[in-house]
């Protein structure tokens, strides 16, 4: 017994070093421990601003595809030049135009500066004017564009005229009938820059002057430059 007893007793000095041991791998693990703790915080850390992050890109992604703004859509309701139908028509020949301008984003609004509007047969221009009205269209908004070309405005010669009345009596004589215009985009109360847009309306008249029913209500292309 006393030597079963003395055994551990024995030992003893064996188990006496270990906590020493016992003290330094706890001190050991306790800081591995806190290291670990400190790894986890910032993994979470950065798995936390990565979320925000694909947050806020998404964000940004939804509210450009809403705010994104759309060019206005212009359409040719009428165009007209009456005195082809007759024989002595160009001494008071006049172009009759109305075309419309359709805001078609629902937040934007936006800035026209004054608008040039010339139209062109056979990529020569035979008359222009400026519709000196600079406005602002809001979302959704339509403004119509109908004015007149006569007299000095209209700069067709006599030679032009009778290319008009030789296209005429071959059924169509067709014009393009092209706007340009400063305008601005605005969210709110932020204004973007300046773009210059250009709208190009084919139009075509038949013998009567008027308009030919496959030219009405077109959509006209616009693109900016
Ligand atoms: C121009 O066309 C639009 C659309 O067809 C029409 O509502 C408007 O009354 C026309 N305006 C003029 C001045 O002809
Ligand atoms: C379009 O604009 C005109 C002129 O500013 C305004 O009187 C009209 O109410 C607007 N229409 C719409 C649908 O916003």
């Not at 007299?151 to 169509?172: I, K, M, P, Y």
């Amino acid at each position: 017994m006393s030597s079963s007893n003395q055994l551990p007793a024995h030992a003893n000095p064996g188990l006496g070093s270990q906590p020493v041991r016992r003290h330094h791998s706890a001190r050991y693990y306790a800081h591995r421990v806190r290291e670990s703790v400190a790894t986890r915080v910032s993994k979470l850390v950065c798995s936390i601003f990565l979320f925000f992050l694909l947050l806020i890109g998404v964000i940004t992604f939804i509210l450009w595809l809403s705010l994104r703004p759309h060019r206005p859509r212009f359409h040719t309701h009428e165009f007209s030049i009456p005195a082809i139908a007759q024989e002595n028509g160009f001494e008071n020949a006049q172009i009759n135009f109305n075309v419309t301008a359709r805001n078609p984003n629902r937040i934007i609004g936006i800035f026209y500066d004054s608008m040039h509007v010339t139209v062109s047969y056979d990529d020569q221009n035979v008359g222009a004017t400026s519709l000196l009205f600079p406005f602002y269209q809001g979302p959704k908004n339509t403004t119509i564009l109908a004015s007149s070309l006569s007299g000095a405005t209209l700069t067709v010669n006599n030679q032009r005229w009778q290319e008009f009345l030789a296209d005429r009596s071959q059924g169509r004589v067709i014009f393009k009938l092209d706007v340009t215009s400063r305008i601005r985009f605005k969210i709110s109360s932020w204004d973007s820059k300046h773009h210059t847009l250009h709208a190009n309306c084919p139009v075509g008249v038949g013998p009567d002057g008027m308009i030919l029913l496959e030219y009405k209500d077109k959509r006209c292309p616009v693109y900016f430059s």
